[in-house]
Protein backbone atom coordinates (compact mmCIF):
# COMPACT_ATOMS: atom_id res chain seq x y z
CA UNK A 1 0.00 0.00 0.00
CA UNK A 2 1.65 3.60 -1.11
CA UNK A 3 2.31 5.60 1.93
CA UNK A 4 0.22 8.17 1.20
CA UNK A 5 -2.56 5.96 1.32
CA UNK A 6 -1.57 4.44 4.99
CA UNK A 7 -1.13 8.27 6.32
CA UNK A 8 -4.41 8.96 4.98
CA UNK A 9 -6.11 6.17 6.42
CA UNK A 10 -4.39 6.35 10.08
CA UNK A 11 -6.20 10.08 9.82
CA UNK A 12 -9.30 9.02 8.85
CA UNK A 13 -9.08 6.07 11.44
CA UNK A 14 -8.01 8.52 14.34
CA UNK A 15 -11.23 10.57 13.37
CA UNK A 16 -13.11 8.10 14.04
CA UNK A 17 -11.50 6.77 17.05
CA UNK A 18 -12.52 10.37 18.83
CA UNK A 19 -15.71 10.50 17.38
CA UNK A 20 -16.47 6.92 19.41
CA UNK A 21 -14.80 8.19 22.48
CA UNK A 22 -17.05 11.11 22.17
CA UNK A 23 -20.43 9.42 21.56
CA UNK A 24 -19.11 6.72 24.82
CA UNK A 25 -18.01 9.96 26.95
CA UNK A 26 -21.35 11.32 26.64
CA UNK A 27 -24.18 8.46 27.06
CA UNK A 28 -25.82 10.25 29.75
CA UNK A 29 -26.11 13.69 27.17
CA UNK A 30 -29.07 14.74 25.36
CA UNK A 31 -29.85 12.81 22.19
CA UNK A 32 -28.86 14.70 18.94
CA UNK A 33 -31.76 16.52 17.43
CA UNK A 34 -31.93 16.48 13.65
CA UNK A 35 -34.80 19.61 13.87
CA UNK A 36 -32.53 22.09 16.14
CA UNK A 37 -29.61 21.04 14.11
CA UNK A 38 -31.45 21.95 10.88
CA UNK A 39 -32.97 25.15 12.66
CA UNK A 40 -29.07 26.36 13.24
CA UNK A 41 -27.77 25.89 9.78
CA UNK A 42 -31.08 27.36 8.62
CA UNK A 43 -30.57 30.61 10.86
CA UNK A 44 -27.17 30.89 10.16
CA UNK A 45 -27.47 31.00 6.53
CA UNK A 46 -30.09 34.24 7.63
CA UNK A 47 -27.57 35.62 9.66
CA UNK A 48 -24.94 35.62 6.63
CA UNK A 49 -27.13 36.78 3.59
CA UNK A 50 -28.33 39.54 5.64
CA UNK A 51 -25.20 40.40 7.21
CA UNK A 52 -23.56 43.59 5.90
CA UNK A 53 -20.49 42.73 5.43
CA UNK A 54 -20.93 39.54 3.14
CA UNK A 55 -23.47 41.70 0.71
CA UNK A 56 -21.89 42.60 -2.83
CA UNK A 57 -22.82 44.03 -6.15
CA UNK A 58 -26.01 43.40 -7.94
CA UNK A 59 -27.81 42.52 -5.16
CA UNK A 60 -26.07 39.46 -4.08
CA UNK A 61 -23.74 38.44 -1.51
CA UNK A 62 -20.50 36.19 -0.76
CA UNK A 63 -20.96 32.69 -1.00
CA UNK A 64 -18.08 31.84 1.65
CA UNK A 65 -16.08 28.83 2.46
CA UNK A 66 -16.50 28.96 5.83
CA UNK A 67 -20.18 29.40 6.40
CA UNK A 68 -21.72 28.73 2.91
CA UNK A 69 -20.18 25.75 1.68
CA UNK A 70 -20.56 23.53 4.62
CA UNK A 71 -24.21 24.88 5.11
CA UNK A 72 -24.93 23.52 0.50
CA UNK A 73 -23.20 20.47 1.51
CA UNK A 74 -24.93 19.65 5.27
CA UNK A 75 -28.19 20.93 5.00
CA UNK A 76 -29.86 18.51 2.82
CA UNK A 77 -28.34 15.34 4.19
CA UNK A 78 -30.95 16.18 6.96
CA UNK A 79 -34.00 16.49 4.42
CA UNK A 80 -34.33 12.70 4.78
CA UNK A 81 -34.25 12.13 8.47
CA UNK A 82 -36.88 15.53 9.10
CA UNK A 83 -39.08 13.91 6.06
CA UNK A 84 -38.97 17.58 4.22
CA UNK A 85 -39.88 17.50 0.50
CA UNK A 86 -37.87 20.19 -0.79
CA UNK A 87 -35.46 22.98 0.24
CA UNK A 88 -35.68 25.69 3.38
CA UNK A 89 -36.01 28.96 2.50
CA UNK A 90 -32.48 29.62 3.32
CA UNK A 91 -31.33 27.21 1.08
CA UNK A 92 -33.25 28.19 -2.09
CA UNK A 93 -31.84 32.01 -1.03
CA UNK A 94 -28.27 30.93 -1.31
CA UNK A 95 -29.16 28.84 -5.04
CA UNK A 96 -30.92 32.19 -6.08
CA UNK A 97 -27.98 34.00 -5.16
CA UNK A 98 -25.49 31.57 -6.83
CA UNK A 99 -27.77 31.24 -9.62
CA UNK A 100 -27.67 35.14 -10.28
CA UNK A 101 -24.28 35.82 -9.64
CA UNK A 102 -23.75 32.64 -12.43
CA UNK A 103 -26.06 34.45 -14.81
CA UNK A 104 -24.38 37.88 -14.64
CA UNK A 105 -20.55 36.20 -14.40
CA UNK A 106 -19.23 38.45 -16.76
CA UNK A 107 -21.02 41.66 -15.00
CA UNK A 108 -20.21 41.22 -10.98
CA UNK A 109 -17.34 42.20 -9.47
CA UNK A 110 -14.79 40.02 -8.07
CA UNK A 111 -15.56 39.38 -4.00
CA UNK A 112 -12.33 41.15 -3.57
CA UNK A 113 -11.45 43.06 -6.78
CA UNK A 114 -7.53 43.85 -6.82
CA UNK A 115 -8.10 47.68 -6.92
CA UNK A 116 -9.43 47.66 -2.82
CA UNK A 117 -7.65 44.86 -1.59
CA UNK A 118 -4.77 44.43 -3.86
CA UNK A 119 -3.21 41.76 -5.59
CA UNK A 120 -4.15 39.52 -6.41
CA UNK A 121 -7.29 39.52 -5.02
CA UNK A 122 -9.06 39.62 -8.22
CA UNK A 123 -7.82 36.07 -9.18
CA UNK A 124 -8.36 34.48 -6.19
CA UNK A 125 -11.67 35.73 -6.15
CA UNK A 126 -13.02 34.40 -9.30
CA UNK A 127 -11.12 31.19 -9.21
CA UNK A 128 -12.92 30.27 -5.24
CA UNK A 129 -16.05 31.62 -6.53
CA UNK A 130 -16.06 29.47 -9.57
CA UNK A 131 -15.97 26.60 -7.24
CA UNK A 132 -18.01 27.01 -4.74
CA UNK A 133 -20.86 28.19 -7.57
CA UNK A 134 -20.50 24.69 -9.26
CA UNK A 135 -20.39 22.91 -5.54
CA UNK A 136 -24.02 24.98 -4.26
CA UNK A 137 -25.55 24.01 -8.11
CA UNK A 138 -24.13 20.37 -8.21
CA UNK A 139 -25.12 19.94 -4.74
CA UNK A 140 -28.60 21.23 -5.53
CA UNK A 141 -29.29 19.65 -8.73
CA UNK A 142 -27.96 15.95 -7.59
CA UNK A 143 -31.21 16.02 -5.43
CA UNK A 144 -33.42 16.64 -8.66
CA UNK A 145 -31.69 14.08 -11.02
CA UNK A 146 -31.09 16.28 -13.55
CA UNK A 147 -27.88 19.32 -14.62
CA UNK A 148 -29.37 22.34 -14.74
CA UNK A 149 -28.25 25.28 -17.35
CA UNK A 150 -27.00 27.32 -14.60
CA UNK A 151 -25.21 24.15 -12.99
CA UNK A 152 -23.84 23.62 -16.27
CA UNK A 153 -22.45 27.83 -16.98
CA UNK A 154 -21.18 27.38 -13.23
CA UNK A 155 -18.84 24.21 -14.27
CA UNK A 156 -18.04 26.14 -17.51
CA UNK A 157 -16.93 28.77 -15.48
CA UNK A 158 -14.50 27.11 -13.69
CA UNK A 159 -13.18 25.21 -16.01
CA UNK A 160 -12.30 28.31 -17.67
CA UNK A 161 -10.34 29.66 -14.88
CA UNK A 162 -7.88 26.22 -13.82
CA UNK A 163 -4.78 26.87 -13.89
CA UNK A 164 -2.73 25.69 -16.82
CA UNK A 165 0.84 26.09 -15.53
CA UNK A 166 2.81 26.47 -12.51
CA UNK A 167 2.50 25.11 -9.35
CA UNK A 168 -1.27 25.55 -9.24
CA UNK A 169 -1.48 23.80 -12.59
CA UNK A 170 -5.00 21.66 -12.24
CA UNK A 171 -5.87 23.97 -9.56
CA UNK A 172 -7.70 27.05 -8.65
CA UNK A 173 -6.25 30.54 -7.26
CA UNK A 174 -7.51 30.60 -3.91
CA UNK A 175 -8.35 33.24 -1.86
CA UNK A 176 -5.63 33.85 1.10
CA UNK A 177 -6.23 35.76 3.70
CA UNK A 178 -4.47 33.54 6.39
CA UNK A 179 -7.88 32.23 7.63
CA UNK A 180 -6.95 28.04 8.19
CA UNK A 181 -8.05 25.71 7.02
CA UNK A 182 -10.39 27.35 4.18
CA UNK A 183 -8.94 30.66 3.04
CA UNK A 184 -4.89 29.90 3.71
CA UNK A 185 -2.18 29.52 1.78
CA UNK A 186 -2.15 25.55 1.17
CA UNK A 187 -6.32 26.27 0.83
CA UNK A 188 -6.03 25.85 -3.36
CA UNK A 189 -6.03 22.05 -2.27
CA UNK A 190 -9.29 22.97 -0.13
CA UNK A 191 -10.93 24.20 -2.91
CA UNK A 192 -9.49 21.64 -5.70
CA UNK A 193 -11.16 19.21 -3.48
CA UNK A 194 -14.55 21.11 -3.63
CA UNK A 195 -14.26 20.49 -7.33
CA UNK A 196 -13.75 17.02 -7.58
CA UNK A 197 -16.15 16.66 -4.97
CA UNK A 198 -18.75 19.19 -7.19
CA UNK A 199 -17.75 17.34 -10.52
CA UNK A 200 -18.69 13.66 -8.81
CA UNK A 201 -21.87 14.84 -6.86
CA UNK A 202 -23.27 16.34 -10.32
CA UNK A 203 -25.77 14.12 -11.77
CA UNK A 204 -26.45 13.20 -15.38
CA UNK A 205 -23.05 11.53 -16.11
CA UNK A 206 -21.12 14.85 -15.99
CA UNK A 207 -17.65 13.37 -14.81
CA UNK A 208 -17.54 11.34 -17.81
CA UNK A 209 -18.37 13.95 -20.24
CA UNK A 210 -16.60 15.36 -23.09
CA UNK A 211 -16.37 18.92 -21.07
CA UNK A 212 -15.10 17.68 -18.25
CA UNK A 213 -12.68 14.92 -19.37
CA UNK A 214 -9.16 17.33 -19.77
CA UNK A 215 -9.64 19.68 -16.94
CA UNK A 216 -10.39 16.08 -14.49
CA UNK A 217 -7.35 14.90 -15.63
CA UNK A 218 -5.42 18.01 -14.59
CA UNK A 219 -6.82 18.02 -11.11
CA UNK A 220 -6.20 14.60 -10.40
CA UNK A 221 -2.54 15.56 -11.68
CA UNK A 222 -2.82 18.25 -9.00
CA UNK A 223 -4.29 16.29 -5.96
CA UNK A 224 -1.99 13.40 -6.09
CA UNK A 225 1.22 15.28 -6.49
CA UNK A 226 0.86 17.47 -3.25
CA UNK A 227 -0.96 15.24 -1.09
CA UNK A 228 1.98 13.55 1.51
CA UNK A 229 3.10 17.20 2.46
CA UNK A 230 -0.43 18.48 3.09
CA UNK A 231 -2.17 19.41 6.51
CA UNK A 232 -4.78 16.08 8.20
CA UNK A 233 -7.47 18.32 6.85
CA UNK A 234 -6.91 18.92 3.61
CA UNK A 235 -5.58 15.18 3.21
CA UNK A 236 -9.15 14.40 4.52
CA UNK A 237 -10.60 16.69 2.23
CA UNK A 238 -8.72 15.05 -0.71
CA UNK A 239 -9.78 11.31 0.42
CA UNK A 240 -13.68 12.48 0.19
CA UNK A 241 -12.53 13.84 -3.26
CA UNK A 242 -10.96 10.91 -4.39
Known sequence: MPIQMRRLILV????VLLIAAAHAAGDDSPAWNPKQAAAYLDGRAEWWSTWPNAARDHETYCV???????????????????KETSPSAQERRLQEN??????????????Y?????????SSESRGTEAVMNALVLATRDAEA???????????????????????????????????????????????????AIAIGTAPDGY?????AKDGIARLR??????????????????MWAS
Open 98 to 111: VMRRVKLWNEVAPY
Open 64 to 82: SCHTAAPYALGRPALRSLL
Open 207 to 211: AASAE
Open 12 to 15: VASV
Open 145 to 195: GALSAEAKSAFANMWALQMLTGDLKGGWAWLNFHYEPWEAPASPYFGASLA
Open 221 to 238: EFLGKGVTAQSPFNQLMI
Open 113 to 121: PDQTRGLPK
